[in-house]
């Protein structure tokens, strides 16, 4: 199984639409939990972190479920400009440089 | 307001040639990365660096060197460029404990 699992889309919304995306880790001792944003040929920026009791940031909505190890992005009243591939990234002791994993991106696009 | 700077932005290559692809920051961050990102695998740590004078591998390490004389600067080394070397590459860095990673603007390189 693969340390950070994403569906790589791409899913294709309409404008105005709610979207929802999921990322799943494979490391129990995960710590921390991000998601980020990447235009086409861009470099990736970070969108917000997710923390343990969910977190809401405009129209955006991130949730951690530690007991089924997925985190999920929830996307309201999608916008032209919120299309990007988007990258679910996570700490876990031991791997990488600070422990930094990045999934491969879910790419979406907002249809008008 | 500089951040992440990373030169060139674009390069081609023979096979071959050797070549050093430059990273520069102002935020005084002690963690700096290199990655690459192909398509299909999403990001790749190449080698990392938590401090002046510190450097160590990461999941791709192979064919590349780096150094790190200054907190600013971490030059990522190509010894002898090689078709499989054709990518994406972007330098990161961040202050220690986890903060938010920022990310330089990408190098295209192509090896011919």
């Known amino acids: 199984r693969k340390e950070v699992e994403q569906d790589p889309g791409p899913f294709n919304v309409p404008e105005g639409a709610t979207v929802a995306f999921n990322c799943t880790y494979s490391n129990s001792a995960s710590q921390s939990f991000f998601w980020y944003r990447q235009d086409c040929r861009k470099e990736p920026k970070l969108l917000m972190s997710?923390?343990?009791s969910g977190n809401e940031d405009g129209r955006f909505t991130a949730q951690l479920n530690r007991a089924s190890q997925y985190i999920s992005l929830l996307i309201r009243d999608s916008k032209l400009s919120d299309s990007a591939t988007y990258l679910c990234v996570v700490r876990s002791p031991g791997g990488g440089a600070d422990g930094l994993t990045f999934g491969k991106g879910t790419h979406l696009i907002i249809q008008p | 307001n500089a951040g992440v700077t990373q030169t060139p932005k674009f390069q081609v290559l023979k096979t071959g040639q050797s070549m050093t692809l430059q990273c520069a920051q102002d935020m005084n961050h002690e963690y700096m990365s290199w990655y690459r990102q192909d398509p299909g695998m999403g990001l790749r740590l190449i080698h990392y660096s938590v401090g002046a004078g510190i450097t160590d591998q990461g999941e791709v390490p192979n064919g590349y060197n780096v150094s790190r004389s200054t907190t600013e600067d971490f030059p990522l080394r190509l010894l002898s460029a090689a078709p499989s070397q054709t990518s994406v590459y972007f330098c990161?860095?961040?202050?220690?404990?986890?903060?938010?990673?920022?990310f330089g603007q990408g190098t295209r390189l192509t090896v011919v």
């Open positions: 990161a860095s961040r202050l220690k404990g986890w903060n938010e990673a920022f």
């Open positions: 997710v923390y343990s």
